[in-house]
């Protein structure tokens, strides 16, 4: 490529983003729009200071519906306090770094996801992850979640029924020497722990092993029944009587999926069950096909509510819960 035609490429690029911007300034401010005229009452944002605890973004080895500047930029614009932004196959401090710089007051929180890509359970893996999202010079908050294997997990080779190459986390019943040191290095530098693709009993040994170090944890998606973990309600008892918390993830929102109603029945009964008090909402959205994870985690959030939740619960489950996962301020509202 010429220079001419590169730079012709990076100004058409620039101009692009540009209009990106504008029309989700627009979307935004439409959707926090108010009817009526003098009197009229606010309209709630469910969105105001709640963390998305899973959130896809480019750059990204698949197609993902926005890069993680514009992802933070939507979420803020919505009234969000931050996202963790997770890749399967890169770690996220380097991108969350720059988002941090580009988009203030707003916190870009980044993922190291174990999987065969970064060598398993590489302890100089974690290491480097760790360097990076301490560093003094880092705009973004220093901290990082660590978690482990999930596309190339054993559990999750299992359950696409693959031969393929997968990432042990325990055997026989017992946590593998590199988990636990994994766990150790977690504790070491002030992380989060994260469970990935593991399964029921995996995780809630992971649990013992994490309230033994000290280390705050949580388990993905606990409410999806075709990914792992795939935890029953027991499994999820015995995970937050260990002091870890259980996502629960809204994926797509969209009206007219014929999914949807029976997926938010399950997740709302599971979490009556569980109690709101260990629960975090999340999205797991990011995907090129799917609603940006703000329009998905607030349309989660109301049919929630739907379903009996209060304001004060799904504030607990996405704003509070969160923020305590991280070790972050608890929201004083």
């Given at each position: 490529m010429s220079i001419r035609r590169k730079n012709r490429s990076l100004v058409t690029g620039a101009l692009t983003g540009v209009v990106v911007l504008?029309?989700?300034?627009?979307?935004?401010?439409?959707?926090?729009?108010?009817?009526?005229?003098?009197?009229?009452?606010?309209?709630?944002?469910?969105?105001?200071?709640?963390?998305?605890?899973?959130?896809h973004q480019e750059p990204d080895e698949r197609e993902r519906n926005l890069d993680i500047i514009d992802a933070s930029l939507y979420a803020r614009l919505r009234g969000m306090r931050g996202a963790v932004f997770?890749?399967?196959?890169?770690?996220t401090a380097t991108t969350t770094w720059l988002a941090a710089k580009m988009v203030p007051n707003f916190l870009a929180?980044?993922?190291i996801d174990l999987n065969l890509v970064h060598g398993g359970l590489n302890k100089y893996a974690v290491e480097n992850f760790a360097t990076i999202v301490k560093k003094a010079q880092n705009p973004a908050p220093d901290i990082g979640v660590v978690m482990l294997p999930s596309d190339t997990s054993c559990a999750q080779r299992r359950a696409e029924k693959s031969s393929e190459e997968c990432v042990a986390i325990a055997r026989d019943g017992r946590l593998l020497p590199e988990t636990i040191a994994v766990i150790g290095?977690?504790?070491?530098?002030?992380?989060?722990?994260?469970?990935?693709?593991?399964d029921p009993?995996?995780?809630?040994?992971?649990?013992?092993e994490a309230q033994r170090?000290?280390?705050?944890?949580?388990?993905?998606?606990?409410?999806?029944?075709?990914?792992?973990?795939?935890l029953d309600l027991p499994h999820m008892q015995?995970?937050?009587?260990?002091?870890?918390?259980?996502?629960?993830?809204?994926?797509?929102?969209?009206?007219?999926?014929?999914?949807?109603?029976?997926r938010n029945t399950r997740t709302a009964d599971l979490i009556r069950k569980l109690g709101p008090q260990y629960a975090i909402l999340e999205t797991d959205l990011g995907q090129a096909n799917n609603e940006p994870a703000p329009d998905g985690l607030a349309a989660f959030i109301m049919n929630l509510r739907a379903k009996g939740f209060t304001k004060a619960e799904t504030d607990l489950m996405t704003r509070i819960n969160p923020a305590k996962v991280l070790g972050l301020?608890?929201?004083a509202d």
């Open positions: 504008a029309v989700v300034a627009v979307s935004a401010r439409l959707m926090g729009a108010q009817g009526g005229g003098r009197g009229a009452q606010p309209v709630e944002n469910v969105l105001a200071g709640v963390i998305d605890f899973h959130h997770k890749s399967h196959s890169q770690q929180i980044p993922v290095l977690v504790r070491k530098h002030g992380l989060v722990l994260a469970s990935g693709h593991c009993d995996e995780c809630v040994l992971v649990a013992r170090q000290g280390v705050p944890y949580t388990v993905t998606h606990v409410n999806l029944n075709t990914t792992p973990p795939m015995e995970i937050a009587k260990l002091g870890g918390y259980l996502e629960f993830a809204s994926q797509s929102q969209r009206p007219g999926n014929p999914t949807l109603e029976q301020p608890v929201p």
